[in-house]
């Protein structure tokens, strides 16, 4: 599992550069103009935290590097659905389909069956992702910074703002941590996930937390699979979570969010 991010990173800008030879850019900037009108993310989150209720962003993802295979059965909007019907603020829809199986049109049908803003989860490498994001009805997009370069994390989180997008910027560490902070950004993104391992450990958001400002919102992600994990996190002053493996491995993954969060 060595470098697991470094080997979908070389794929991902080899797919973007095929996606550009078939539609160039300038026919997702000119198609924007028609897309759907977005949801606010960011906007949905706060209004959780402010009412103190757990804000909850439930993915729909099919299969991981680590895992493999997650959920055989496997309908979006099905899912979207339950979600919704089971308390979720958000949706997160993965689209790699190398690596997590997704689809772009996992992300279409899935947002055209619920009233949820949607996150387009995949590797952004290139401003013409973002574009292509909010073609599809994305209403936020994954930076990832241990991804991109500090110039690169800039030019796409103002790419992404300039378009209508909201950016949940991705770190793991406390130098990703100080570099993402530069932005100035409402959402901060946690993944106890090691990129580069595929390690998980939740005491990553639990040390990160002190160090970030009041006025930020911090989610936190991967390996919250219990109500104790629930419990350690919201202990630590965290009440916004993206939770995905434990919600598909269940039979019914709305109800598996009631029950881990209400």
């Not at 059965?73 to 919704?84: G, H, K, L, Q």
């Not at 013409?128 to 994390?153: F, K, M, P, T, V």
């Not at 390996?223 to 995905?244: E, K, M, S, Y």
Request: net charge negative; proline share 4%.
């Amino acid at each position: 599992m060595s470098d697991i991010l470094t080997t979908i990173l070389e794929h991902k800008r080899g797919e973007v550069e095929s996606r550009q030879a078939e539609r160039p850019i300038t026919e997702h900037l000119s198609r924007c103009r028609s897309a759907p009108s977005v949801r606010g993310f960011v906007d949905a989150l706060h209004r959780a935290f402010i009412s103190k209720k757990p804000g909850v962003i439930a993915e729909i993802k099919r299969a991981s590097p680590s895992k493999g295979l997650i959920r055989a059965n496997f309908d979006p909007p099905t899912i979207a659905t339950s979600y919704e019907l089971g308390g979720a603020t958000c949706l997160s829809v993965l689209t790699d389909q190398k690596f997590f199986q997704g689809a772009d049109d996992f992300l279409v049908a899935a947002r055209n069956a619920v009233a949820l803003p949607v996150i387009r989860k995949d590797f952004v490498v290139d401003r013409y992702q973002i574009a292509e994001s909010r073609c599809l009805g994305a209403d936020c997009i994954l930076l990832i910074a241990s991804a991109l370069s500090r110039n690169e994390l800039k030019e796409f989180y103002d790419e992404a703002a300039e378009l209508g997008l909201d950016s949940l910027i991705e770190v793991h560490d406390e130098e990703e941590l100080a570099t993402a902070l530069e932005l100035s950004p409402q959402l901060i993104g946690v993944n106890n996930r090691n990129l580069k391992t595929f390690e998980v450990n939740l005491q990553t958001t639990v040390r990160l937390k002190e160090l970030l400002p009041p006025n930020i919102l911090m989610v936190t992600e991967s390996g919250i699979h219990t109500r104790d994990d629930v419990a350690l996190l919201q202990q630590a002053g965290v009440n916004t979570f993206l939770v995905g493996e434990a919600f598909m491995r269940a039979d019914d993954p709305g109800q598996k969010l009631r029950e881990l969060f209400f």
